[in-house]
């Protein structure tokens, strides 16, 4: 069965209709497939506050409205997606920041996709091109 660590970028895919979001669609069907157990998901604790913020942020930008941002937040949380504690990671994130110039939030997803011997995916484009050559990193372009 494929394990995917899953940045906050695809699930804020899930957060919006497919025809408003670009990669929408390849979102929900890798939602559907882990809704099917046909893949495992995994994040890191970091992902919770990057989706609020997301989420904060289409409000901000009145996109929609606070009561949906909350209960689309707790469709989200509702999935049990298994998190882990993302202290144990700081150090080898920082280490591939630096060494490949991203950022410690984006590292932290791939230091956890090493240590659980699973691949992350994002839809972060620039990332996975950047990292996809030296790590388990796919874009959801082409899932």
Same mark, same amino acid.
């Given at each position: 069965?494929?394990? $995917?660590? #899953?940045?906050?970028?695809?699930? #804020?895919? $899930?957060?919006?209709?497919?025809?408003?979001?670009?990669?929408?669609?390849?979102?929900? /069907?890798?939602?559907?497939?882990?809704?099917?157990?046909? #893949?495992?998901?995994? @994040?890191?604790?970091?992902?919770?506050?990057?989706?609020?913020?997301?989420? $904060?942020?289409?409000?901000?930008?009145?996109?929609?409205?606070?009561?949906?941002?909350?209960?689309?937040?707790?469709?989200?949380?509702?999935? /049990?997606?298994?998190?882990?504690?993302?202290? =144990?990671? #700081?150090?080898?994130?920082?280490?591939?920041?630096?060494?490949? =110039?991203?950022?410690?939030?984006?590292?932290?997803? @791939?230091?956890?996709?090493?240590? &659980?011997?699973?691949?992350?995916?994002?839809?972060?484009?620039?990332?996975?091109? &950047?990292?996809?050559?030296?790590?388990?990193?796919?874009?959801?372009?082409?899932?």
């Amino acid at each position: 069965m494929t394990r $995917w660590v #899953v940045d906050a970028s695809v699930a #804020v895919k $899930w957060c919006f209709p497919v025809p408003a979001e670009n990669l929408g669609a390849e979102a929900r /069907e890798l939602l559907l497939s882990y809704r099917r157990r046909d #893949v495992q998901f995994l @994040v890191p604790d970091l992902f919770w506050p990057e989706l609020a913020n997301a989420l $904060w942020k289409a409000v901000w930008r009145q996109k929609i409205d606070g009561d949906l941002a909350e209960k689309t937040f707790a469709k989200i949380e509702d999935l /049990e997606i298994p998190t882990v504690s993302s202290l =144990g990671f #700081v150090p080898r994130a920082l280490q591939i920041a630096l060494r490949h =110039g991203r950022t410690v939030y984006d590292s932290l997803y @791939v230091a956890l996709a090493l240590e &659980a011997q699973a691949e992350l995916i994002t839809a972060d484009e620039r990332l996975a091109n &950047a990292l996809a050559a030296r790590f388990p990193v796919k874009w959801l372009g082409a899932y």
